[in-house]
């Protein structure tokens, strides 16, 4: 049945101004026309909903989101055999904030293809998912990359069990091999399903603090041809000035995070390279009041590092580089937030300033940005048309167009006012349909609240303080991802 949204101003991502009193007609789940609703051929038995002083905008997007990002110990054992059960919550999670399109840069495979599948088919609500698998080069979850501590805890049949579920033939013995049959693994891993290609051009932080290149400059060339070679795209992970620059000259499409690159930042020559490669600059950024709570809690090497990663955001801004939104947005355990080595790093930080939150770190984004200088258009197209342009979606996504999918979002109050009203949510529409944003997540299992305490905690006396912080990147909690 034809669906008909009358009253609304529609904010479409082409136009560069909002467009008062329009109506969206959708038709079999895509956009049939938008116009003047007397002009519009609208079908009689056409439902109309009126949006009368709303604002209308395409259904946000993430460039890069872990919808299972917690991978401690305890989370991953609780939950073997149901990944699916918290990749489907968090995809929820995050269609239930207004992003009806994520792209998930690391995660468990066929998990992930498996509930990218079944939202495609409409056998479960959620995010349309497109996935990477595992970035190229690096190991799983247990292991020096993520969580070096659970080797030597954990037997070893669980440990290889959980990293091989991540890397398959994509890990870091990659590292030993000529370009040619680096080339012939990723060729076959490609055959899986992936919907991307993303690789490790930095180490993860294992070992230096990610200053530590992870391939040449002639194997990521020759993993970037593999990728287009199938016709997908091809982004790397990036933490130093030249593994960003290798990266772009290598011919990606996007670089994740590639304000963040150490201490040092990102040379005038390299922040051209974006714009004459037509290469998109995915951001991570905090605000100002962010990056001070934060630096009350964090070494001096560590604040060094974020300096410079606010000084390449605000220059990649004034580059004219096209930006894209992302977070590495996932849900954590809640008692995994209740961890003393959470605070201190950018996943500790409050509610409302914490950027890696998937259900609220976009928002963030957005208020982080517009304090960096971006406009208020820059940011709508961030949020959805650069997006879909960078992972070559554009076809389908990213603007309110006739023929698109019919994705969108629909706010109380004009986002062109300010970042902050993209948090006014009051519907959001995906694949032609009303989404119903009460109900999600339908099987609350990270997002509930932790079982009531046992009667014997308030008896309990620890001998020390718990929890002393621990070095290392444990699920990327101290931000280096």
């Known amino acids: 049945m ?50 009368s002083g709303k604002f209308v ?28 059960d918290l990749i489907t919550e968090a995809a ?56 070096g501590r659970v080797p030597g805890i954990g037997t070893s049949h669980l440990v290889d069990r959980v990293n091989a579920t991540w890397v398959e033939n994509t890990g870091r013995h990659l590292m030993w091999l000529t370009p040619e049959a680096v080339g012939e693994e990723v060729r076959k891993y490609l055959e899986r399903g992936v919907d991307f290609v993303k690789y490790a051009s930095n180490e993860h ?57 150490g201490p040092t930042e990102i040379p005038e020559e390299t922040l051209d390279l974006f714009t004459r490669r037509n290469c998109c600059a995915v951001i991570f950024p905090l605000t100002d009041n962010g990056l001070s709570i934060l630096k009350q809690s964090i070494s001096d090497p560590e604040w060094t590092m974020w300096k410079a ?29 209740r961890e003393p080595l959470i605070k201190g790093t950018w996943n500790g930080l409050p509610e409302d300033e914490a950027l890696g939150r ?22 709508l197209h961030a949020a959805t048309r650069n997006v879909a342009e960078a992972y070559k979606v554009d076809h389908d996504l990213g603007t309110l167009e006739a023929g698109k999918i019919a994705d969108m979002v629909v706010l109380d109050a004009d986002p062109l006012q300010g970042a902050k009203n993209y948090e006014s949510i009051h519907a959001v529409i995906k694949d032609g349909a009303l989404v119903d944003l009460d109900a999600l997540p339908e099987r609350p299992l990270l997002t509930a609240d932790l079982p009531a305490p046992l009667e014997e905690e308030a008896r309990y006396e620890r001998f020390l303080h718990h929890g002393a912080r621990l070095p290392g990147c444990p699920s990327c909690l101290d931000g280096a991802h």
């Open 92 to 147: 929820q999670v995050a269609l239930k904030s207004g992003m009806t399109t994520v792209f998930d840069s690391w995660g468990p495979r066929r998990a992930l293809i498996a509930v990218r599948d079944k939202i495609d088919r409409g056998e479960v609500a959620g995010s349309r998912i497109r996935c990477a698998g595992n970035i190229i080069g690096l190991d799983g979850p247990f292991s020096g990359d993520f969580d």
């Open 2 to 51: 034809a669906l008909l949204l009358t009253g609304a101003t529609v904010i479409d991502g082409v136009s560069d101004k909002a467009l008062d009193g329009q109506a969206i007609l959708i038709e079999n789940n895509r956009i049939a026309a938008i116009g003047r609703p007397a002009e519009l051929p609208v079908p009689a038995d056409a439902e109309t909903v009126d949006f």
């Open 205 to 261: 932080g294992a070992t230096a603090a990610g200053a530590f290149i992870q391939f040449s400059e002639r194997t990521q060339r020759v993993i970037v041809e593999e990728a287009h070679r199938a016709g997908l795209t091809a982004q790397s992970h990036t933490s130093t000035v030249e593994g960003l620059r290798m990266s772009i000259e290598a011919g990606c499409d996007l670089i994740q995070h590639c304000n963040m690159t």
């Open 309 to 337: 990663a606010d000084a390449n955001t605000r220059n990649l801004v004034s580059s004219g580089a096209k930006i894209l939104l992302a977070n590495d947005g996932g849900v954590f355990a809640p008692e995994v937030m």
């Open 57 to 84: 905008i395409p259904g946000l997007m993430n460039a890069n989101v872990h919808l299972l990002i917690s991978i401690f110990l305890e989370i991953l054992v609780r939950y073997e055999g149901r990944y699916e």
């Open 358 to 379: 998937l259900a609220t770190g976009h928002f963030l984004w957005l208020r982080a940005m517009e304090e960096k200088g971006m406009s208020p258009m820059d940011l």
